[in-house]
């Protein structure tokens, strides 16, 4: 039976009472009661406080009512601590205003955290959120209902937009994160015949009890710990069944409650550092409109008017369509190639596994170097609509456009590298780094000297020791190639990416995937 049907009963249980009208008063002051309860310790007191507080019933009931009543307070102590907790605990959230919660997975990785702030009525109205790991590495991220703002952390890129979608999402993440709601639901559940969960009172009176869910046709259990003074939820822990044992899949942890938040925790822009590059679609809208151009004709012409912008120089128009990147940004790195003329753009390749109505555009494109020579750039620009929420028949550049790929020199001994396979690339690039032979590593690193992961590079993999080179592979529709390797001191445990999508036709070193710091291996 469902705790609060019980209650329930065992109050109906009173109606031996000398009159209906003597009846109505008393379950009156019950809900009455009931409704204003303060927390408190027992059913006693509370039950106890509804008799102190109904003279008119506590003289006109019968012996026999009075006898009843007693009976009632002693078998609700005894038999309904699961009811009386469950409700307590409810009743503990009222006015919760700000919420900080850690979200960790069993594997000890840094944990996910999520500070949100809500008005009297349970509506989200600001929230800040940090995940550490994503397929576009750490994002730091800030919600108010007059922008959003999203800084990778990993790809030093800060993006500011206004959206619509991220309110329910915050107001999803907060509805999870707010117990009182959650132990409603599990009330719900149970009287559903879908929940089965019971309250354990500690041992320690110092020590806070245990709310043990398990869930009909789902193995698994949940554990809410509580606060032995505020009964707040402290901890949620998330348990799957693993050849027959339980174990730790996840955590939530509740580090503060009504604890105010700073006005500057929504608002990265002081955060940011120098080197970040800022695209603004809050003020200005990004993209090439599609009109009444069909998907691909929209891909196509979105590449070509942003390789034109480049060859007519016009660095606010190329950053507009690259997803609203500032002008000052878009000049600083397109500004060091020189298109002097576009030779083919598409056709369009769909890249459903990407976005549904994406789409690759492969190009050929002049570029003549400062001596006048003449070289093919050939980029495959990745372009997909709607990227800008508030104008979504816009069409941006998302990706496959470097145009530090496009500076890569051609080598006086250009044959040499160019005949290098993947695999022969990257082991001459990591000799490179344990030679410290800068000079030569920069020939695989198309970036400029001035970059500022170059010295981060030479800290952490200067005079590494190559553990193992695996077989290169190539994944998904990227087109370039994946290099897996292992290397010493320090170490890390990731695979290159490589390409030779450039004017050399060489490898070159484009980033790291998979990347997993390692401890530093001992002889």
Known sequence: MHPNERIEELIAAL?????????????????????????????????????????????????????????????LHKAVPSAYGIERVIAAYNNIRFLHIKDSDAKGAQPSEFWIECDQAGRVTRARYYLPVTEDGAKLITWTPQRTELW???????????????????????????????????????????????????QDASQGGTIVVTRKGKPGKEIYHLDPKTDLITRIEWYRIEGGTEVLASTKEFCDYNTPIADKMFSLRGELPKDVR?????????????????????????????????????????????????????????GKINVTAIISIGPPVPQPKWDKRGFKVPCKLELTGPDGQKTVWEPGAYVRPGDDEMHPDYWNITGGVSAGEAAIKILPDNAKYASMTPKAAAAAFFKACADRNWGEVMKFWPSPESDPWLE???????????????????????????????????????????SNANPAKRYVILGFYDSKLRPQATD
């Open 456 to 498: 981060r590079m030479k800290e952490h993999i200067g005079g590494l020791e190559v553990i193992s080179l695996g077989e290169p592979y190539q994944k998904d529709e990227y087109p370039g190639w994946y290099v897996p390797y292992e290397i010493k001191v320090p170490a890390f445990e990731v695979n290159i990416r490589v």
């Open 15 to 75: 109606r031996a009472t000398p009159s209906a009208e003597l009846d109505a008063r008393v379950h009156r002051a019950i809900a009455a009661a009931r409704a204003e309860r303060k927390q408190t310790d027992s059913w006693i007191i509370s039950l106890g406080s509804i008799l102190m507080k109904t003279r008119a019933t506590k003289w006109a009931a019968t012996a026999a009512a009075i006898v009843g009543f007693a009976a009632v307070i002693l078998v």
């Open 278 to 334: 800022i695209s603004d679609r809050l003020n200005q809208i990004a993209g090439v409109p599609q009109q009444s151009m069909t998907d691909a004709q929209a891909a196509a012409e979105t590449v070509r008017q942003f390789f034109q912008a480049l060859l007519d120089k016009d660095y606010k128009k190329a950053g507009l369509i690259e997803c609203g990147e500032l002008e000052e940004y878009a000049k600083a790195e397109y």
């Open 152 to 202: 990778f952390q990993g790809k030093h890129g800060f993006v500011t937009f206004q959206t619509k979608r991220i309110q329910p999402w915050m107001q999803s993440l907060l509805d999870q994160s707010q117990p009182q709601l959650v132990l409603k639901k599990l009330l719900e559940g149970k009287k559903a015949g879908k929940v089965d969960f019971e309250m354990q009172e500690p």
